[in-house]
């Protein structure tokens, strides 16, 4: 059973930082895709970041400059190093993975549960 567990979710003041991260586990072949989402309340779900398993990082215009995602593919964990935080940043951030499993031959995709970030005076 492979699952993604997200922590490092808070509230923050503005202008703060965090760091979230997304540890795979279970029977895991191998782990090409990682990265972050985040939904806000009606709104709906969008991409933060994401990263191949090479290393190549793909951002939402909104966070350039002061999010950055990393990988320890050794660890099967991703990272989202959160910056310079907006109130706007506020929302849910789910972890999501192109994960293939052992003894199967495709990609599947998965969630994580998500963590609450909240940036707030």
């Known amino acids: 059973q492979v699952q993604l567990v997200e922590s490092g979710g808070g509230l923050v003041q503005p202008g703060g930082s965090l760091r979230l991260s997304c540890a795979a586990s279970g029977s895991i072949f191998d782990i090409h895709g990682m990265g972050w989402y985040r939904q806000a309340p009606g709104k709906q779900r969008e991409l933060v970041a994401d990263?191949?398993?090479?290393?190549?990082?793909n951002y939402a215009d909104s966070v350039k400059g002061r999010f950055t995602i990393s990988r320890d593919n050794g660890k099967n964990t991703v990272y989202l190093q959160m910056n310079s935080l907006k109130p706007e940043d506020t929302a849910v951030y789910y972890c999501?993975?192109?994960?293939?499993?052992?003894?199967?031959?495709?990609?599947?995709?998965?969630w994580g549960r998500g963590t609450q970030v909240t940036v707030s005076s």
């Open positions: 999501n993975a192109d994960i293939r499993p052992r003894g199967l031959g495709g990609l599947i995709n998965y």
């Open positions: 990263s191949t398993s090479g290393g190549i990082t």
